[in-house]
Nanobody, 121 residues
Framework: QVQLVESGGGLVQPGGSLRLSCAAS????????MYWYRQAPGKDRELVGS???????NYADSVKGRFTISRDNGKNMVYLQMNSLRFEDTAVYYC???????????????WGQGTQVNVSS
């Protein structure tokens, strides 16, 4: 069972930056796809962006040009660099991965606990 731990959230002023981290622990042969989601109070969880092995990325229109997903293959870490933060970016941020097990099968991870980002002046 692969577990995820998100970190790096906090309080930041509008226009500021944060880098979120997602650490995957467990038996992983490879990570095939990485996703960041967020959930604001009273709203549904939404997809922020994705990074597919091979380097293809996609981002929600609301964060395009401001957020960047990256990875550290050697450490099974995934990052979300968030720049030019806005009030509306306030949310709990979660990562989710598709990984390959050593038997060759692909699996989704379960949700981590998330990390809170508050953008406030």
């Amino acid at each position: 069972q692969v577990q995820l731990v998100e970190s790096g959230g906090g309080l930041v002023q509008p226009g500021g930056s944060l880098r979120l981290s997602c650490a995957a622990s467990g038996t992983i042969s490879s990570i095939n796809a990485m996703y960041w989601y967020r959930q604001a109070p009273g709203k549904d969880r939404e997809l922020v962006g994705s990074l597919i092995s091979g380097g293809s990325t996609n981002y929600a229109d609301s964060v395009k040009g401001r957020f960047t997903i990256s990875r550290d293959n050697g450490k099974n870490m995934v990052y979300l660099q968030m720049n030019s933060l806005r009030f509306e970016d306030t949310a709990v941020y979660y990562c989710k991965l598709i990984y390959r097990r050593y038997d060759g099968t692909l699996r989704w991870t379960s949700w981590g606990q998330g990390t809170q980002v508050n953008v406030s002046s």
